[in-house]
């Protein structure tokens, strides 16, 4: 059932009544109304403390007494909105539920004895802090500017590197109780309609009474991503990058208070790239481009096969004999396995909650001084070390965390099919995880593309990172309108 906002009334009174019993005035220390006379009428100022701007409250309050009786005895509010309030952003509010959201987003309301429409004010100023690079996606050359927590900033950065007017911005708030701002950011030439549409559809349809964890939240609602291990959308704090997502034609939307945007449609090869191949040129990208892709399939794949082939030794030809476990130790092979994975799990979480300045310290003395004694009681064997290294450094060097993450799931599966089937076990994890794969959608594209359906100009530049002056077309992974880049 649709629910019937409730409008403003024409008696100052009743509204003052309604908003102060909502808005919990009195009770909660830092929503205020300051109620005084502007040309005789009494008029009420809603506003939070700590999002209005000091100065430019104070201006408009200068601007309203100076106002006289004379000059607003008819048509009040659009004589106040037209010649008195000496501010850019002022807008309309008709309904009380509208001017309640306004308040709490930050804005000012001015309501007026008389008047069936309040005044809004944007002179909000959300607390925020300058952007910096992004911790998780440095360059080693490049911009050091990344998303902050602040929305219209995070669209700012964008705006300063597409300036073309036909970039469309659009606002949605989202959660019945936490009004969460969001924005759509495309090319209405550039980005295919469809894809548009259905992303301003899936969120128009979010219905929840908050989204506390901002993106991650709204993810699981717009990507509709169940229970699949695959990320459906990709997730940058770089503004580059973004820009370079926009003017291929995907969707980019931000989140408030969230350093991180989504970027959609996703495949598994846009969580495989990096900034630093486009920081680099031409030949040093690819070598980059093609030493990451080792790094992934190592996270994958090194410690599954190597517990597949230490089971099954006779498989492997005689120069690599050596792969197998000289000593088994005290304690099966594939438990080993799983204790050095979740020991490396909970010395990741253990380094996240350690002060920085300890952070370093705790890391070498897990590394080393843990793993010593473990291989000294014989409760690790060193292969198992070894490779549990290399696959832990192929995770790191992924630049998708989500990407990360779900490779380190299929890790855990395959490691358990090695353990029970060897070699075809593996085999056949591999083959379920591609067909899995295969199945899986972004808003419409396949995760493979451009393996399934096959594309090879689209899989030469992935293969390869192709000089800026030869890319004169859009990939066509996100169907651009426009797909001349020239």
Sequence with gaps: MEYKKRPVLPNLKENLAILKDDLGIGESFDVLVREFKVGGKDVALFFVDGFAKDDVLVWIMQSLFQVGREQICIQAYQKLLDHHLPYIETDKIESLDDAETSILSGS?????????????????????????????????????????????????????????????????????????????????????????????????????DGLPMAEKSLEEFIARTGFSPFPKVRYTERPDVAAVHILEGHVVVVVDTSPSVMIMPATIFHHMQHAEEYRQIPLVGTYIRWVRSLAILLSLLATPLWLAFAYQPELLPESLKFIGAQEVGLIPLYIQFFLAEVGLDIIRMATIHTPSPLATA?????????????????????EVILYMSAAAIGSFATPSMELGQTFKLFRLGLLALAAIFQVPGVLVGLLVLVLWAAGTRSFGVSYLW????????????????????MSKSRPGVAKPGDEDRA
């Excluded at 911790?135 to 080693?140: G, H, L, Y």
């Excluded at 995070?154 to 924005?183: C, M």
């Excluded at 594309?455 to 002056?469: D, F, G, S, T, W």
């Design 450 to 469: 451009p393996l399934m359906p096959f594309n090879a100009q689209a899989l030469l530049a992935i293969i390869l990172r192709k000089p800026v002056p």
């Design 362 to 382: 705790l890391g070498i003395i897990a590394a080393f001084l843990i793993g010593d004694v473990a291989m000294s009681v014989g409760l690790l064997v060193p």
């Design 108 to 208: 000012l309301v001015l309501l007026i004895d008389g008047e069936k429409k309040a005044i809004e004010i944007d002179a909000r100023e959300y607390p925020a802090r300058t952007p910096e690079e992004p911790d998780v996606e440095r360059v080693t050359r490049g911009s050091r500017d990344g998303f902050v927590e602040t929305l219209i900033f995070n669209t700012a950065l964008v705006r300063r590197r597409v300036r073309d007017p036909r970039l469309r911005v659009e606002y949605v708030t989202v959660g019945r109780r936490s009004k969460t701002d969001i924005a759509v950011m495309y090319l209405k030439d550039v980005a295919h309609p469809e894809l548009v549409e259905t992303v301003r559809g899936r969120i128009d349809k979010v219905d929840v």
